[in-house]
């Protein structure tokens, strides 16, 4: 499975748009990105995926460059509420596989 | 929505015990994950299961064992809990068949602590 490298934790400030960056040099060609969020207290959550170029959703875009060696997740206008931990997995999606999580980027959004 | 049940929220157990983690979901998925969660390590996937019967080992399967006898339940059995399995357990489920296996739902966690 491809290793994936994102920051630790992140800052920023109410309504501000938010980009956490995501290395992933060894991704293989069935590989999606994947990237979930998690709120303290509580299990992840499937956010957003993509295989290339640009995916958007209401809740994030996320962005993939043609060489598909890093990905960026957008959150436009973060809230307090927005204050997560954020995980970048790649794999493929297909039976008999399983995603790696890391540690994620912890965000921390103040007012 | 799908919904992914844990048997307990909070757990003690005394070292030596046999503890056993229950995990049902109720949206006919193949697929079926046991994590545990810890300070400053993020999630580590234990087992998962892509069908009944079947079991993978996940990173850190060592003083774990799992049972799927239906397509609807996931069980982690500790044989002999230690200190050392103290932690937060999250148990997960995807669909293959018509879904996207990548997307996986959670359950609450169960909060085990072994004294």
Redo the contacts between chains.
Sequence with gaps: LAKTTQPISMDSYEGQEVNITCSHNNIATNDYITWYQQFPSQGPRFIIQGYKTKVTNEVASLFIPADRKSSTLSLPRVSLSDTAVYYCLVGASQAGTALIFGKGTTLSVSS | DVK?TQSSRYLVKRTGEKVFLECVQDMDH??M?W?RQDP??????IY?S??VKMK?K??IPEGYSVSREKKERFSLILESASTNQTSMY?C?SSQ?RGG??????????TRLTVL
Excluded: H, M, S
Aim: hydrophobic residues 35%.
């Design positions: 992914v193949e697929n994950f994590y400053g390590l993020g999630l580590r996937l998962f892509y069908d993978e996940g990173d999250l997960a293959t996207n296996t990548n997307e996986q739902f959670f359950g609450p966690g």
